[in-house]
């Protein structure tokens, strides 16, 4: 499970305005079921003005990564994450990742004891369509147990991306080498038919950067090459079994959850 940081983005019920365009950001909690890992489902769905767009949780070189700050929740041991699939935008040669207009967000909060949930804190996220806006957002609510099925929940969990077990996606390998600055991973992903998808890297460390991929085909392989730098410009070392990657086609979206040593 994912504890609880500042870079997580969670719920939110307000509406901001900033800058000379009018984004018109909403931000709903949509309430759920119990789940069978003894959570709470809930959802958060933003809604924008017609064009504008907001960032996944990894944003690409040109997005704004959401953050959160807990502030007064209570009852909340950790929370998970369900994360849609996201859409890849290509401005002015760079890559973003988000959505656009609105989505949902499942979220699944589990909680330390019997009594109430309570989210309260507040929320950064970027908000973009020809202009950025930084978007800061409080909330402060309590999570109902059981309110039964939502069917935007429903719909966002549907289309989370394949898991690499469903996807049949062979044994990950990673491969890591020192650089001027800090570390270059090599991914490589056997895949059938691969060609023109994007392919997101993460570590699980949040302070390290990882540029966009540089990314080739051949042999029934994906061989994704990225660069790693600490923002603070120390060294550090990588975590295989942390390693995060996506593969977003125009058929097909894939989460695969680590790799090993060649």
Known sequence: ??????????????????????HDTTLTILTGLQTARGGVMAGLRIDMADGWKTYWRAPGDAGIPPQIQWGGS?????????????????????????????VTIPVEVFPNDAGDIRLSGTMNIGVCDEICV??????????????????????????????????????????????????????SIPVSNGGNEDIILETSDPYVWVSEPSVTYGNGMITATSDLIHVDGTGFAIDRSGVRITVLGQSRAVDIRGCTAP
């Open 74 to 102: 209570r009852n909340v041991e950790s929370v998970v994450f369900h994360w849609p699939v996201p859409e890849v935008f290509n401005q002015d040669g760079m890559r973003s990742i988000g959505y656009h207009d609105t």
């Open 1 to 22: 499970m994912n504890k609880l940081t500042p870079f997580a983005l969670i719920i939110a019920v307000s509406t901001a305005q900033a800058g000379p365009m009018d």
């Open 134 to 187: 930084p978007v800061n957002l409080s909330f402060d609510t309590v999570l109902p147990r059981d309110a039964g099925r939502n069917s935007a929940i429903l719909a966002a969990l549907i289309n989370r991306p394949s898991t690499a077990t469903a996807a049949a996606v062979g044994d990950v390998t990673c491969t890591l080498s020192p650089i001027t600055d800090g570390l270059q991973i090599t991914a």
